[in-house]
């Protein structure tokens, strides 16, 4: 019995606890501050300028704190008589420059507190400066840079038919050059192997031809035979 008691006190207190901690909007609740990353806001003297910081959070709204980064530091940017920070719908904090100078240009950062919890945003860039006013073009001032990029197309044109020409001229000429090279070996080795054959035949004809018109070469080949002869008669008798 006396356990049954304590399980029901025990649930009793689990019960408690999970009231409270629903009643209580800070417990378990995060705070975050939804800027996107190189936000950029661009502005000219004089107008009026709002830079935002979406914050997600529970019930109880936090504390936004602006800053303005100056070195290692975030300078805290408080409300003045161009400056003021407020609230819009759907949870959004935004700083008001009301005008803006071209002194206000810089980085800013928005911070969420709320209790122990904080959020602080990425960068948010502010550009103000000087606009010229707008000079309606006429169609003759229109006319030049069409003329100048059709005079710097064809100038570019032109060159590339020159490089490609004089590279198309030196290859055709050094084919050309080593074709007639080979041409000229080939007809020395035809002229050298007609003047060898030329020689080797007037000597052949010299040779045969020397015979009949030298007596003494005959005469002596003659008596040779002749004692050859003779001998052979003294033998036999």
């Known amino acids: 019995m006396y356990e049954a008691q304590g399980a029901l006190v025990t649930l009793f207190l689990l019960l408690f606890k999970l009231f409270q901690v629903v009643g209580d909007g800070t417990v378990n609740c995060t705070v975050e501050i939804q800027v996107q990353r190189g936000l950029q806001y ?6 009026s300028l709002s830079i935002e910081c979406p914050v997600k959070y529970c019930t109880e709204k936090p504390v936004i704190n602006w800053c303005l980064i100056e070195g290692m530091w975030c300078l805290l940017v408080k409300d003045g008589p161009t400056r003021h920070t407020a609230w819009r719908e759907g949870n959004v904090a935004v700083l008001n ?4 100078h071209q002194s206000d240009s810089g980085l800013y950062r928005c911070r969420a507190t709320l209790a122990s919890l904080s ?17 309606p073009v006429t169609h003759e001032s229109q006319a030049l840079p069409g003329n100048l990029a059709e005079h710097v197309g064809f100038s570019l044109l032109l060159h590339y038919l020159l490089t490609g020409g004089t590279i198309s001229c030196v290859i055709i000429v050094t084919i050309l050059y080593c074709t007639l ?7 020395s080795r035809r002229v050298a192997s007609a003047s060898v054959l030329t020689k080797t035949g007037n000597n052949m004809t010299l ?6 018109d030298n007596p003494s070469v005959y005469a002596s080949g003659m008596s040779g035979v002749s004692d050859d002869n003779q001998s052979d008669d003294i033998y036999e008798n």
Not at 42 to 47: I, Q, R, T, V
Not at 119 to 135: G, L, P, Q
Not at 181 to 187: P, S, Y
């Open 181 to 187: 090279q080979h041409r000229v070996r080939q007809l």
């Open 207 to 212: 040779n045969t031809m020397a015979a009949p």
């Open 42 to 47: 661009e502005s000219k003297p004089g107008d």
């Open 97 to 100: 420059f009301m005008p803006i």
């Open 119 to 135: 959020s602080e945003s990425h960068v948010i860039s502010i550009i103000v400066k000087e606009t010229t006013d707008f000079i």
